[in-house]
């Protein structure tokens, strides 16, 4: 009868001999990055395929640029929203839908949640 490992090692494990026995590799890094010139968002060397809506370009940008500052969900509907008059058409469910897409196509490059939700006040950009 085979007996079972006492510790489970994981698929991604790379064995290294002479060294401990197994280190994890991470695929996915920390941190985003955003450019504006060619409209790609790039985690190390992978970039965001397919790209993103423009609608959740314009989020991820107006969250990038002030990212030191928390971004008023009034401030995304005037932003993002334009074609709604003075984003006066807009939800605030809509503004939330239009977050959890982002947020999650953002997870597919990062393991961290780069779109904070700041409780009474919108969202920030961390990443």
């Known amino acids: 009868m085979k007996t079972r490992p006492a510790f489970h090692i994981p698929p991604y494990a790379v064995f290294q001999p002479g060294r401990r026995p197994f280190r994890y590799h991470n695929p996915r890094p920390k941190t985003i990055i955003v450019d504006p010139d060619n409209y790609d968002v790039r985690a190390g060397p992978r970039c965001l395929e397919p790209p993103l809506s423009n609608r959740q370009w ?3 940008y107006l969250l990038w640029i002030n990212r030191q500052r ?12 334009t074609d709604a008059i003075g984003g006066d058409g807009v939800s605030e469910q809509a503004i939330d839908a239009l977050v959890r897409r982002l947020r999650d196509r953002l997870a597919t490059l990062t393991e961290a949640e780069v779109v904070h939700t700041v409780r009474g006040r919108g969202f920030k950009f961390v990443g």
């Open 58 to 60: 314009d989020l991820l």
């Open 70 to 81: 928390v971004v008023s969900r009034n401030e995304i509907a005037d932003t993002v929203y």
